[in-house]
């Protein structure tokens, strides 16, 4: 992301917003990955750039125990209330660092998951970092919604989500370049994740793909919050006029569903395993 560096302002104000405003991913999931890494309720999770925990939480109940670590005060408080509220505050920590900081003596790993948070990191620094954090023969899971899919909802009941228009509303506000913490993305953000994936000593990958499709009901507190989850549109970046940008989104959504409601389908979900080859020692 040439020209654009991190800075802690990349999700102010969002967590709040995050749970409820984000999609979940792929049912079955969990199963998924009980299966293909062979997980027995033992064994220790480090999710890396864990937000508010959505992820760690759901897999808590397969392993002994669950560390995630964020850099966003906001996000590290959501994941400890969440975890609260699951029951299981004794095996699960939040720690807020960044992932450029790990391993932040934070120990040794059976699985490492990165959910949509490689691309804002110094890669190869961090991919090194977490090599050596995971035992020989160790797990790196990087999963995201799989995005090659069409996901139409011309059969059911509500309105699409205006997407195209609620990035429109946004440009207005916030100008014609997408906007991250204190600088902006015009290129967006990187891909290519197997190759700093291979030069960082691991072997794979396999790939699953977590089946979607199944039809959701979302409201406009939903979507509103869904806007403001997003580094792109987080509530920072509207300063004095973040009221006039609700106040106008709000009107946006009456108009395309005056029932409140809107129809989408749950994204699959792809995910990608990679395992630390054990002769990998740290470069």
């Known amino acids: 992301m040439a020209g654009w560096e991190w800075d802690d302002t990349l999700f102010s104000g969002a967590a709040s917003y ?3 405003g984000r999609l979940p991913y792929a049912p079955g999931l969990a199963d ?4 293909v890494l062979r997980l027995d309720g033992q064994g220790r999770l480090l999710d890396v750039g864990c937000g508010p925990g959505i992820l760690g939480l759901s897999l808590a109940h397969l392993f002994g125990e669950i560390v995630g670590v964020d850099p966003d005060s906001g996000m590290i408080d959501e994941a400890r209330r969440g975890a609260a509220e699951a029951g299981v505050s004794g095996k699960a920590r939040w720690v807020r660092v960044r992932a450029e900081e790990l391993p932040a003596a934070l120990g040794t790993f059976d699985v490492a998951v990165f959910a949509q948070s490689f691309h804002w990191m110094d890669r190869d620094v961090v991919a090194g970092s977490v090599r050596d954090m995971l035992r ?12 090659t899919e069409n996901r139409t909802v011309d ?3 509500h309105p699409a989500v205006p997407y195209a228009a609620i990035d429109e509303l946004v440009r207005r506000y916030l100008g014609p370049v997408r906007r991250a913490g204190r600088g902006v993305l015009p290129q ?3 891909g290519g994740e197997a190759a700093v994936f291979t030069r960082a000593g691991f072997s794979g990958p396999q790939r699953h ?3 979607g499709g199944q039809a959701l009901e979302r409201t406009w507190d939903d979507t509103v919050a869904w ?3 997003m580094s792109s549109s987080a509530p920072h970046l509207f300063g004095a006029r973040r009221g006039d940008f609700e106040a106008d989104l709000r009107r946006l959504l009456r ?3 005056p029932s409140g409601r809107f129809s989408e389908r749950q994204p699959s979900t792809e995910v990608f395993v990679w395992r630390r080859n054990p002769a990998a020692t740290t470069g």
């Open 18 to 20: 995050y749970r409820r």
């Open 32 to 35: 998924v990955l009980a299966e």
């Open 136 to 147: 020989p023969g160790g797990a790196l899971v990087h999963i995201s919604d799989l995005k």
């Open 155 to 157: 059969d059911l009941p």
């Open 188 to 190: 967006g953000t990187p």
């Open 209 to 211: 793909v977590v089946p």
């Open 227 to 229: 806007a403001f989850s």
């Open 255 to 257: 108009e395309a569903s």
